[in-house]
Each structure stands twice: as structure tokens, then as C-alpha cells.
């Protein structure tokens, strides 16, 4: 459950997810977020578009720009 009460359900088997500080949030487990990350690569998952490159420009220059992490 959320800070809020709001009730999460993971998105393979739709389980409760007991809270959002589960390690594997927004899954239940390590075996539902593997199987959604095997989902994504067998591809049975589909964007509902196709990719605009110039949706993110700004978000992409704001990043690209960025100083790295200071590697201390």
C-alpha cells in the first residue's frame, strides 16, 4: 500500500504489492519482473506508437549536456 492508502497491483499477476519500498516495485517479486523483462524482449509487449524521435528533444539535451558525476 502507498503512503497514501493507495493499493498497487503488480502488473504480471496482479498480486497486492505490499508497498512501494518492495525492492522489486512495481512487481510482487524477482520471478514477476523477470518475466516482464522476458515479455519485453520476446516481444509480446508493444509501444501504442511508433517512436517520435522529437518528443523528448528538450528532456535529451537537458541530459546529453549534464557534467558527468564527479568520480571521487
Known sequence: MGNDGTNFKCPVC???VASTEVKTFPFCSDRC???DLN???DG???SSRPVDPTDN???FDRL???P???SR
Do not use: A, G, Q
Request: glycine fraction near 0%; charge should be positive; hydrophobic fraction near 30%.
Open 14 to 16: 496482479r498480486n497486492l
Open 44 to 46: 509480446r509487449y508493444k
Open 57 to 59: 528533444i528538450e528532456e
Open 33 to 35: 519482473r523477470l518475466l
Open 68 to 70: 558527468p558525476p564527479d
Open 39 to 41: 515479455n519485453w524482449l
Open 64 to 66: 546529453s549536456t549534464k
